[in-house]
């Protein structure tokens, strides 16, 4: 079904106050961390729309963070299946809220990038280098990324990769809704940084890009009109690293 650009815009202003979202919570091998526990968790759930912000590294510039910042460094095995949990706002899990995990218009991809870092609680996160571990686009039968969150209830897993090296790394995990997206500004980009320290691993050192400069307002999966019918769906930055 195609939807015409008027009607789009009504579904977006209809949801949009209510829309967004925050990564709050994170499962190492099954086990939660804690709720905010590890993770530069924002008091304010709004997006980042500026792919040239700095805000779009770890979120908690127009977003403040909640203060004190947690200092808790998550232990993760090299190889472990980490999950991220996301919900509308700090407090409305299990509270029956219809915009929770996020609103259901809100379709896009779900993405996970580490850079390594000296220490995981370093408060400057500009300059680092980052690769994408995962991400999760637009399958064949029109179901997104976000769309498989929601139906999980706020959770997407992923593996930390087996070969990279031991140390301490912030965990960017990223939705991006679309709904708006059909110009620039439009995409919508939550993001927040879990604090972990891997243990194993290997030597690999991943091919890095930057944040800014990862995403360009131009790219087809940044600028795109999704009311439509879509053979497919390119998921912005860099391809997967795989070990």
Not at 200 to 216: D, L, Q, R
């Amino acid at each position: 079904m195609k939807f015409s650009t008027a009607i789009a815009s009504v579904v977006f202003f209809a949801s949009s106050g209510s829309a967004h979202t925050i990564f709050q919570e994170l499962w190492v091998n099954g086990v939660s961390a804690g709720h905010q526990v590890g993770i530069r968790v924002p008091s304010y759930d709004g997006p980042i729309t500026d792919v040239n912000s700095n805000d779009l590294i770890c979120n908690g510039g127009i977003n403040p963070y909640v203060t004190p910042v947690s200092k808790t460094v998550i232990p993760v095995p090299a190889g472990a299946q980490v999950t991220a949990e996301w919900h509308h706002t700090l407090t409305s899990a299990n509270t029956g809220d219809a915009s929770d995990p996020i609103d259901a218009s809100h379709h896009g991809p779900v993405i996970a990038y580490l850079a390594k870092v000296p220490d995981a609680t370093q408060t400057t996160v500009t300059g680092l280098k980052w690769f994408k571990i995962y991400q999760d686009g637009l399958d064949s039968s029109g179901k997104w990324g976000v769309d498989r969150l929601i139906t999980n209830k706020g959770k997407v897993s992923f593996k930390i990769p087996s070969c990279i090296a031991a140390g301490q790394y912030l965990l960017r995990v990223e939705l991006i809704a679309l709904h708006a997206a059909g110009s620039y500004p439009g995409a919508q980009f939550y993001m927040e940084c879990a604090q972990i320290n891997v243990t194993g691993g290997g030597s690999t050192s991943p091919a890095t890009v930057s944040f800014p400069g990862a995403y360009k307002g131009s790219d087809p999966g940044v600028t795109i009109n999704i009311y439509q019918t879509l053979s497919s769906y390119t998921v912005p930055g860099p391809t997967v690293f795989s070990c």
